[in-house]
């Protein structure tokens, strides 16, 4: 998202050359406006330290300087820790937004305690962080919005198929990171993988799995490779920008519920990675009607995608199935798993 916005913030230069002017006023005005906000430290002396104030919390004067004390070092410069860095806004924003900041910092249980071996920061530094995360409206206008069949959309349509396809456990995932490439979450990919928005061929993640060299082509065999369709997808998520989007189909279909349509796509896409081939995960095949349907028949496919008590959750790693696509397995099971 970052490079994309970089780009066209360039075509807005150069194209339009008539608003040159207006741009550089805008500059210099918000250049003058942000020193207006500048904390004046006569007028406001430093609070003793036993006390904490989160009245007045900015990113400039309040969060650059705790990130700049306890995660910079790892966290900047041009090998950044887990791919992350945090004195990148849009990285920040991210890790803001989905959670992982908050929960590495207050030591949550399935976050990796940060700052990384060192203690834990102050409260007070945790809850001026807190304080900074919820009174920031973070823009991401792609949230929550009604899926366009000519979009591609990364959380609905790219992670699930990298994730399954190639962010499993001695390939991409954050642990192994073969070759420094890690592909289960968008700030990795984008920047581990050099996914280049608008430029498939520039990208190492598009080279990845055109490669005609079956020793060099991702997934390495024995995976197969991805399809002519999920190899199309991947370079039109591209060349539409490689935005971090999602969508929600507000319109679920769970009436005419068909294994070509609906069952197998889902498999094909978010499970087929780790149960195809000779990649067996927990002895199980999805290729084709008949194992699915063998397991559906045995309820373990219901269980695990549903997350229910006794099954390991499905798709490993991954996020759960939205509810339309449970609503169409439990559909598609209780039709009597038809081959059609
Ligand atoms: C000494 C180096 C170091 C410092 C200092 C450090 N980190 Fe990290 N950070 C790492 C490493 C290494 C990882 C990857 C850990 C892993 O995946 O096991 C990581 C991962 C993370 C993650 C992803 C965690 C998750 O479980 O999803 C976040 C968020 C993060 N760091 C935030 C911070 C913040 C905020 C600070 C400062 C308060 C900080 N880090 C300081 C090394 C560091
Ligand atoms: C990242 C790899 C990975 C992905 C993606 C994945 N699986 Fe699995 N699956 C596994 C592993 C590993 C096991 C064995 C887990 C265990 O025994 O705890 C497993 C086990 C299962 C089981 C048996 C669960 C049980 O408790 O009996 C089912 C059913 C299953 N997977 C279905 C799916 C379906 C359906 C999807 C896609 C929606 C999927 N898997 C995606 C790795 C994966």
Redesign the pocket.
């Known amino acids: 998202m970052l490079y994309f916005r970089q780009q066209s913030f360039k075509n807005n230069i150069f194209v339009k050359n008539s608003k040159h002017i207006w741009l550089f006023v805008l500059v210099v005005s918000l250049f003058t406006l942000s020193c207006k906000h500048e904390p004046d430290d006569t007028a406001n002396p430093e609070p003793p330290a036993d006390e904490c104030d989160t009245t007045l919390v900015t990113y400039n004067a309040s969060v650059i300087p ?2 700049q004390n ?6 900047s410069g041009t090998v950044p ?2 791919g ?1 860095d ?1 004195s990148n806004y849009d990285q920040l924003a991210f ?1 803001a937004q989905n959670g ?2 908050m ?3 207050k030591h949550e249980p ?3 305690p ?5 203690p834990k ?1 102050s409260d007070c ?1 945790i809850n001026t ?1 807190a304080k900074w995360i919820s009174d920031t409206t973070f823009t991401d206008p792609d949230i929550g919005q009604e899926c366009d069949p000519d979009t591609v959309y990364f959380q609905n349509e790219i992670l699930p198929l990298l994730v399954s396809s190639c962010g499993v456990a001695g390939c991409h995932d ?2 192994t990171a073969e070759d420094g490439v890690i592909l289960t979450d968008y700030t990795s990919i984008m920047q581990t993988a050099d996914v280049r928005p608008g430029n498939p061929e520039g990208s190492d993640l598009y080279e990845m799995i055109t490669e005609s060299d079956p020793d060099d082509r991702m997934p390495p065999p024995p995976n197969q490779p991805l399809n002519a369709e999920q190899i199309a997808r991947i370079e039109r998520w591209i060349l539409q920008g490689a935005l971090d989007n999602s969508c929600e189909n507000n319109q679920c279909d769970t009436l005419n519920i068909t294994f070509g349509e609906h069952i197998f796509p889902v498999i094909q896409n978010t499970c087929l990675g780790c149960h195809s081939g000779s990649v067996q995960s927990g002895g199980i095949l999805l290729t084709n009607h008949s194992q699915i349907a063998e397991i559906a028949a045995s309820g373990r496919l219901l269980g695990a995608i549903k997350h229910q008590n006794g099954y390991s959750p499905m798709p490993q790693n991954g996020a759960r199935l939205n509810q339309c696509i449970i609503t169409q397995f439990e559909k598609w099971i209780s039709d009597g798993t038809p081959n059609n």
Request: aromatic share 6%; hydrophobic share 45%.
């Open positions: 705790i990130l306890n995660c910079y070092s790892c966290h820790s887990a992350l945090l890790v992982s900041l929960g590495a910092i399935g976050f990796t940060m700052p990384d071996g060192l920061l530094d962080l954050p642990e």
